[in-house]
């Protein structure tokens, strides 16, 4: 399109026309002219100047848009405005309301600095000044690298008085005065300037209001981004010096560039067109001087404000060919205290979204808007960190307490001037974007994870623009040869990257953010936390061995920790981590394992049981800092922060079971861990397959290999960690832009530290287990024969190898926490009534069984000269050793397994019946392999331990087999064995299989132990699944009341408490229980945020938007993890059959005070609807409450002395059994 110019009859002709095609379409719109004398104007422009309308992405020219219009024809100038805004993001004021005689004068005085002596500039340096105000000079190796890129510029703002005071954020030492020259020096240029700069700062404040109502806002709709009074702004100006050259190639002013302001009004006071601006097109379009206009460009912080439907449009500057060129930029600010994505909350009609997107298709540019990691940091601590880049000397001598950040190997010496001067400025303060800028002006960064938030036609330039022109624009036109440009420059202009190609990122698959704003200053953020953790350290160990009794689970796992010193192998349903650290503790404490801690038995001297509270009391201690980090890796708010690490502190819960020699503080401890490393693994994704983000997915899955190892109840953590990977992966998988390559990655990553490495730590905690514990003890009959085999003390390998008629022997069963055939004179209640035969775990004599014949066989003679071997399909009898009962089955359903029958002691050595005749069936040998095929009779003989066999009934023939299933009270809770039909029963089932173990036979030789070998990983599943067996196994009694035991729905309100020891008036008390508001609270906001969820998501139903993009995928993503967490833990014990605790909500308490915290921090602490004063009075409310109830209740986790029922005031609840009645 070329240049029109549009006289006064035209426009007065066509005015009617063109106002009417407004309502045709989003891009019909009208460049409107106010004719001479319509009304009194301060800065007049003249009509024949007025460019024509275009609602074209190729505009040749900028549009004029007259100031006057706001007051005589309002709906006019915002129409006008709004398609200058969307469409080019460029235009010119005219007819503003800076008086005519401020822009002369100002235009007059401004460029005389310049013409003081060199060595009064340079002692207004901004080395000087902790608010970067005045002189610089740059030269081309600071600034572009190029021919003639150099520049002079004084930098000054508002005359603002510095609100800093030790301890206070550093980015507010930006405001404060600007170094000016003296009277004597330069007479009234101070006075010039700051009238210049009040009426400019006046008119940006009132021309917002007009960028607000052009998009259909309202006209306070920005004020979101400057406070009330303008305390926390700081605009800033510059006049810009860009000195003349003679020769007929000149250099580059200022590079292709974007603001980073929020608008920027210049005035360009000399008559150079050398100012030029790039059209969605691509082309360069100059934008030369009109008398009595402001050029007005959108900066870079508008644009993320408005998420791109007002484009920072990008410009430069060529180094003008004769006199020096001089402007004058004022960038207006936001708020130092804003964050950019938090505060950009603008809902725009649907005409300007149809605006935008008629833009974004012609460009094809349609993509989702994403903020950057810095819109969601402070806008205050972005710019000085700029700053901060840029001058290492100010760096150096106002901010030491950050310079060593981003200077760590010191001082960078200053660059030499090597080019004669090509740019000179004045900064009378700069912008404050979120991104790094080029002198005045932003640079657009092409970090590849930035890519998104820039448009197409611009990132298209990319490796043009880092290549030297040699006679053509870069578009190829206007034959001004530029110089090449490196993208990664600070605010002014120095490259402090080093020139360091952009690393590009790989796609994670979802949209992109930042990690959470961090609660505190760089100084104090770990301040809190280790008060926190000193103050936890005191509740902790705090009188922890005012009893000197055995209390409570310290019967259990104080005997298991004796055990470990002892080396002797025992059983348990837990896994072996959290009871190898008891035992680490007690052999640091001193302690030699003699103690057998019978519950209530007073500890006796040698024993270090306060030793050993205070080690694992120390896992306790460490709860209270993990939760602190927590919250802030979840984004929460300092004041949310405080209240979960108060919550952690002070739960008399939590600090009782802390407090003794239990597993609880370690599971707790595993637990906080695992979500703590889950949130900073998530914070990584920004940056994935970065070192952090390698190292906090290794440590989530070590977390998860460690939580589990303390208890099984580490599984449901487990599990809450595998949902969240879950969504992440399908996320990735939708993301189509994403390479299969990256994919696969993603996938490896989880698989390899999600799953194998915490089964890898799993297992070594068995492998660790097993060669400590390398003794045989109480525990040895859980595990299969060959594992008993190598302890010491067992006496297997004495035992003779060949099995033979006439030889004793006890007959272990294969299936997964088998245990021995049993029998013993109780009768069944039910059934035949005869003899119970059972599989019992603990071994004495009524486990043995000797070998006979057939009823129809000759009797057994031990003096018979010829042993008689046992082989693959003889017919024996088995005899009870202690009671001569026979190993008897009739058609008798079983008393629990009905579709099995009976298996029963039966008459004695002299009487009996067919029905005791059982046919030895060899399934194969563990050593020689599938004996029945050999040929040698020697080989084929059956072997303790190492054959595994089957027992055929003959009658029946139906099969011996002992599975899970556990008889009443009436078999002492021993497992059932029962005939299971031959159909039924499949080959494999290990339940039907059957091991010699222990082996009596004085005829013949001892065994070989060469013959013992047990592998690792079968010790380790049959382990495991005798735990899992054991556990289940623990259901209630019916026929027997468990003071202790409490339903799961008793828990989430603090229905019951738990005595852990005996509660005599001599003796101190314990008694678990939580700190009632915590508790309570906690549940109440698992109620509160389903409800919310529920209210957000009706009200996005019905198009209100409460919440922008980040804010809301945060409140999901924090109530996710603290809602999935509790119910994954919480939700299993309500289908449980085994027996339950208080003592088992402790884990899942973590989460509902994750949900309280993160509640209260968004209804009140995050909340824009709450003063500072309500926030703070608030949290005053909330700790008193959580630190008065934890007081009122401390001596139920510190001791209760004396008769209990002095206590006044305990017991809230009439179902708590605190005192006695």
């Known amino acids: 399109m070329t240049r029109r110019q549009i006289n006064i009859s035209t426009v007065r002709s066509n005015f009617k026309e063109r106002f009417s095609s407004l309502s045709q379409g989003p891009y019909s719109t009208f460049i409107g002219v106010r004719l001479p004398g319509r009304s009194q104007r301060r800065n007049k422009v003249d009509p024949n100047t007025m460019v024509a309308p275009t609602s074209s992405l190729d505009y040749s020219e900028i549009p004029v848009i007259d100031w006057q219009l706001s007051e005589t024809d309002k709906p006019t100038f915002l129409r006008q405005l709004r398609d200058a805004m969307i469409n080019i993001g460029f235009l010119y004021l005219g007819n503003h309301s800076v008086p005519k005689e401020v822009i002369e004068e100002v235009k007059r005085v401004a460029p005389t600095y310049f013409d003081l002596p060199q060595n009064v500039r340079d002692s207004m340096d901004m080395s000087n000044s902790m608010h970067f105000h005045g002189y610089l000079k740059w030269d081309s190796s600071t600034v572009s690298g190029g021919k003639d890129s150099v520049r002079e510029q004084f930098n000054f703002g508002g005359d603002r008085v510095c609100r800093w005071k030790e301890g206070e954020p550093e980015y507010l030492k930006l405001q404060g005065s600007a170094m000016w020259p003296t009277e004597e020096q330069l007479p009234g240029y101070k006075e010039v300037m700051l009238k210049y700069y009040k009426h400019v700062e006046d008119l940006s404040y009132k021309f917002t209001q007009l960028v607000s109502e052009s998009l259909g806002l309202k006209p306070d709709a920005l004020d979101a981004f400057f406070d009330e009074d303008h305390d926390n702004l700081q605009p800033r100006c510059k006049v810009l010096r860009y000195p003349g050259s003679t020769d007929s190639t000149p250099g580059t002013g200022i590079a292709a560039h974007v603001d980073g302001s929020f608008l920027t009004y210049l005035l360009q006071v000399t008559d150079h067109r050398t100012l030029q601006v790039k059209n969605l097109s691509g082309e360069w379009i100059s934008v030369p001087p009109k008398e009595g206009t402001f050029v007005i460009n959108l900066g870079k912080t508008l644009e993320n404000v408005t998420q791109r439907v007002l484009p920072a449009t990008p410009h430069r500057v060529i180094s003008p060919v004769g006199p020096p060129r001089f402007s004058i930029a004022f960038f207006s600010s936001v708020g130092l205290n804003v964050r950019l994505a938090d505060a950009a909350v603008l809902k725009f009609p649907q005409e300007v979204l149809d605006m935008k997107a008629a833009r974004d298709r012609k460009l094809g540019e349609e993509r989702e808007f994403k903020f950057s990691e810095k819109d969601y940091q402070l806008s205050g601590e972005v710019v000085l960190a700029r700053k901060l880049r840029s001058h290492a000397d100010v760096a150096e001598k106002f901010y030491p307490k950050l310079f060593p950040q981003f200077y760590p190997n010191g001082r960078p010496e200053r660059a030499k001037t090597g080019s004669k001067p090509s740019a000179i400025a004045v900064d009378f303060g700069g912008d404050i974007s979120p991104t790094r800028t080029s002198s005045d002006f932003e640079e657009i960064n092409y970090p590849s994870h930035r890519d998104t938030g820039l448009p197409t036609y611009y990132m298209e330039d990319k490796a043009r623009r880092r290549t030297k022109a040699t006679g053509n624009d870069i578009d190829g036109e206007e034959k001004v040869p530029l110089v090449a440009q490196n993208e990664y420059y600070d605010d002014e202009g120095k490259d402090v990257y080093n020139k360091r190609p952009p690393k590009g990122r790989v796609g994670s698959g979802r949209m992109w953010q930042a990690p959470p704003p961090r609660p505190a200053s760089l100084n104090m953020e770990h301040i809190p936390p280790i008060i926190y953790t000193l103050l936890s350290c005191w509740t902790r160990f705090h009188k922890i061995g005012a009893a000197d009794i055995v209390v409570w689970d310290e019967a259990h796992f104080g005997k298991f920790g004796s055990h470990y010193l002892k080396r002797e ?18 052999l640091l404490a001193g302690y030699d394992g003699s103690f057998d801690f019978k519950s209530g038995a007073q500890y006796p001297e040698n024993v270090p049981y306060v030793a050993m509270r205070v080690m694992l009391a120390t896992f306790g201690v460490g ?11 979840l984004g929460l708010s300092q004041w949310a922060c405080h209240l979960v690490a108060l919550m952690v502190l002070f739960d008399v819960g939590w600090l009782c079971i802390s407090r003794f020699i239990l597993l609880d503080s370690m599971l707790l401890f595993f637990t906080f861990l695992t979500v703590f490393c889950l949130t900073k693994f998530h914070n990584q ?3 994935p397959f970065g070192f952090d983000w390698w190292m906090w997915l290794s440590f989530t899955g070590l977390s998860i290999g460690w939580v589990t190892s303390v208890k099984m109840v580490g599984l449901f953590v487990t599990a809450l960690v595998g949902l969240y990977t879950v969504e992440d992966l399908w996320e990735k998988f939708g993301d189509l832009k994403m390479p299969v390559r990256d994919q696969v990655r993603h996938w490896g990553a989880r698989i390899a530290c999600l799953i194998v490495l915490p089964i890898l730590v799993f297992m070594a905690s068995f492998k660790i287990h097993f060669m400590v514990l390398n003794h045989s003890g109480p525990g040895d009959a859980q595990m299969s024969s060959l594992f008993q085999a190598h302890l010491v003390g067992n006496d297997f390998n004495k035992n003779p190898l060949e099995i033979a008629y006439g030889s004793r022997l006890t007959l272990k069963s294969m299936g997964w926490g088998g245990g021995l055939l049993h029998s013993h004179v109780q009768t069944y209640p039910v059934g035949s009534t005869q003899q119970q035969v059972t599989c019992y775990h603990y071994k004495d004599e009524n486990n043995e069984w000797t070998i006979m014949p057939r009823w129809d066989e000759p009797e057994y003679n031990p003096n018979d000269p010829e042993i008689r071997f046992l082989h693959h399909g003889d017919t024996v009898r088995l ?22 029958w009976e298996v029963a002691g039966y008459g004695n050595s002299t009487i009996g019946d067919m029905q005791d005749h059982w046919v030895v069936e060899v399934v194969d040998d563990v050593v020689r392999g599938d004996i029945k095929r050999h040929k040698d009779e020697k080989d084929q003989r059956i072997h303790s331990l190492t054959t595994r066999l089957r027992f055929k009934h003959q009658q029946l023939g139906c099969y011996l087999r002992a599975a899970n299933a556990i008889l009443p009270q009436w078999g002492f809770k021993q497992i059932e064995v029962s005939c299971q039909a031959a159909d039924a029963t499949s080959k494999s089932d290990e339940h039907t299989y059957w091991n010699v173990e222990s082996h009596w036979n004085e005829r013949l030789p001892l065994g070989d132990q060469k013959y013992y070998r047990s592998p690792f990983l079968r010790d380790f599943w049959h382990l495991n699944v005798a735990m899992m067996t054991s556990n289940n196994a623990l259901i209630p009694d019916p026929d027997k009341e468990d003071i202790l035991a409490s339903k799961p729905w008793e828990w989430p309100l603090l229905h019951v408490g738990l005595r852990m020891c005996g509660w005599g008036d001599n003796q101190l008390k314990y008694y678990l229980l939580g700190t009632p508001v915590i508790w309570w609270g906690g549940t109440l906001s698992l109620i509160l945020a389903l409800a919310t969820l529920g209210v957000y998501i009706l009200r996005w139903q019905r198009k209100y938007v409460d919440m922008n993009d980040r804010e809301w995928d945060h409140f999901v ?9 509790w119910a994954l833990h919480y939700l299993p014990f309500l289908i449980m059959g085994r027996v339950t605790y208080l003592h088992h909500y402790l884990p899942i308490l973590y989460f509902s005070v994750l949900m309280l915290g993160h509640m209260l921090d968004h209804f009140i602490f995050s909340s824009k609807r709450w003063t500072q004063k309500t926030k703070a009075i608030s949290f005053g409310v909330c700790a008193t409450l959580i630190f008065g109830t934890f007081w009122w209740f401390r001596g139920v986790a510190f001791g209760i002395d004396g008769n209990v029922n002095d206590h006044w005031g305990l017991e809230w609840r009439k179902s708590w059994n605190l005192y006695n009645h």
């Open 569 to 586: 192998f025992y059983f348990d349903v837990h896994p072996p981590l959290g009871k190898m650290l008891v035992g680490l503790a007690g």
């Open 623 to 633: 709860m209270v800092p993990l939760g602190w980090y927590t919250a802030v890796e």
């Open 685 to 687: 994704q920004h940056d």
């Open 879 to 900: 005899s009870h050793k202690p009671t001569t009962r026979n190993l008897h089955s009739h058609p008798i359903p079983a008393p629990v397994t009905k579709l099995n």
């Open 1117 to 1125: 993503y924090v109530t996710k993890i603290a809602f999935f967490g």
